[in-house]
């Protein structure tokens, strides 16, 4: 998406972020990840994806917009975020196609995970980092094969 810049006439194109956080714990055989099935929502619809994630807003931190995201999608709060990179993708042919997103991991929360939009997630479970389902949202899989890994770099990129 372009906007023109009121100073000089030129077109620029528009950054969206955005902010996920993967839930972790550990589990019988190793670390687990809280992943949500996602249905109804128009994008990756039958992935699974970061149980919590969303747009930044206006004003909003990105980790402000975690924990937002976190109350709306899985009710929990008080949530604990340790930031693990910064993403910046293109997919080039669709009308937003520029984005910057921030992801976190959190390991204490107050609250069980539930399903809060059964409209836009039709499961939510845990996996075990290494032996996630499929499909997974691509660029979200590669954060988490970095988390697993212990190898993500504080800047990472997709699509390019």
Same mark, same amino acid.
């Given at each position: 998406?372009?906007?023109?810049?009121?100073?000089?006439?030129?077109?620029?194109?528009?950054?969206?972020?955005?902010?996920?956080?993967?839930?972790?714990?550990?589990?019988?055989?190793?670390?687990?990840?809280?992943?949500?099935?996602?249905?109804?929502?128009?994008?990756?619809?039958?992935?699974?994806?970061?149980?919590?994630?969303?747009?930044?807003?206006?004003?909003? +931190?990105?980790?402000? @917009?975690?924990? *937002?995201? /976190? !109350?709306?999608?899985?009710?929990? %709060?008080? $949530?604990?975020? +340790?930031?693990?990179? @910064?993403?910046? *993708?293109? /997919? !080039?042919?669709?009308?937003?196609? %520029?984005? $910057?997103?921030?992801?976190?991991?959190?390991?204490?929360?107050?609250?069980?995970?539930?399903?809060?939009?059964?409209?836009?997630?039709?499961?939510?479970?845990?996996?075990?980092?290494?032996?996630?389902?499929?499909?997974?949202?691509?660029?979200?899989?590669?954060?988490?094969?970095?988390?697993?890994?212990?190898?993500?770099?504080?800047?990472?990129?997709?699509?390019?």
């Amino acid at each position: 998406m372009t906007v023109q810049d009121p100073a000089t006439g030129a077109e620029r194109f528009v950054v969206v972020p955005a902010a996920y956080v993967f839930f972790l714990r550990d589990g019988e055989h190793g670390t687990e990840v809280l992943l949500q099935l996602r249905r109804g929502t128009g994008y990756m619809d039958e992935h699974w994806a970061a149980a919590a994630a969303g747009h930044v807003e206006r004003g909003e +931190t990105a980790e402000v @917009a975690a924990r *937002r995201e /976190a !109350h709306e999608e899985v009710a929990v %709060e008080d $949530v604990e975020l +340790t930031f693990v990179t @910064a993403m910046q *993708r293109t /997919a !080039h042919d669709l009308p937003i196609d %520029e984005r $910057v997103d921030f992801f976190f991991t959190a390991r204490s929360w107050t609250g069980e995970p539930r399903i809060v939009e059964p409209s836009k997630c039709a499961d939510l479970r845990w996996y075990r980092l290494d032996g996630l389902p499929d499909p997974v949202v691509p660029h979200e899989r590669v954060v988490l094969e970095g988390i697993r890994a212990g190898s993500l770099p504080a800047l990472t990129h997709f699509g390019f």
